[in-house]
């Protein structure tokens, strides 16, 4: 495993498999290697990592830097058989957030205004660089959000709007609500779980956004 996984894979899972089992009651004990390639890589290059269906094996194609414990937990996720996106996006999220360690914690924050600010640049015709220069970030901050969406401005974007097509309607086969799954989706996921007065859940303080 890549020694830059060696410390933070077993710290993810061990707060995913702990969330998992507060609300479930049961364990879910998984692998914490990581790869650095899989075919999946070339099939659809927009990915950030990926999760064999068949084998579990868990590759992570990117550096996301303060993202990087939210890819690794949401693919984590898919590992321990929760396959919809939306599914792995919520579990990432509410179990790094809710994990008390400070950089899990603001890799959640950072996923979560990630996914927020883009589906409002995409509303408002905002480009991601604007969107993310209005935002105020602190110095050592915006460097890192600056580049996540860089694929759709490179000269490959053309393969990437085709492969992401695929991909689209590959979950929109599996009863997904499309790649929309990742931002909008999650968003108003959060959004509902932290204003419903019914869920038998309730939201991690330290990550709780909507009163």
Do not use: C
């Not at 995913?16 to 049961?26: D, K, P």
């Not at 068949?54 to 890819?71: E, N």
């Not at 935002?135 to 694929?151: D, K, N, S, T, V």
């Not at 309607?169 to 499309?178: E, F, I, K, S």
């Amino acid at each position: 495993m890549p020694a830059k996984y060696r410390d933070l894979a077993p710290r993810v899972d061990r707060h995913l498999t702990r969330f998992i089992a507060g609300i479930t009651g049961q364990r879910v004990e998984t692998s914490v290697e990581v790869r650095t390639f899989s075919f999946m890589q070339l099939a659809f290059p927009f990915a950030l990592g990926a999760a064999d269906i068949l084998s579990g094996d868990v590759a992570i194609f990117k550096d996301t830097g303060v993202l990087q414990p939210h890819v690794v937990a949401h693919e984590f996720a898919h590992r321990k058989g929760y396959w919809r996106e939306l599914d792995a996006q919520a579990l990432a999220y509410l179990s790094l957030v809710s994990s008390g360690e400070p950089d899990l914690v603001q890799a959640a924050l950072s996923e979560r205004l990630h996914r927020s600010l883009h589906v409002l640049a995409r509303d408002t015709g905002e480009t991601w660089e604007t969107a993310i220069r209005g935002l105020g970030l602190r110095a050592e901050l915006e460097p890192e959000f600056m580049p996540i969406h860089a694929e759709a401005r490179t000269p490959t974007s053309e393969i990437n709007d085709i492969m992401r097509g695929v991909y689209d309607a590959r979950m929109r086969l599996t009863g997904q609500n499309g790649l929309s799954d990742y931002d909008l989706g999650f968003t108003n996921f959060l959004y509902s779980f932290e204003t419903s007065d019914t869920a038998r859940q309730i939201p991690p303080d330290r990550g709780a956004v909507h009163a």
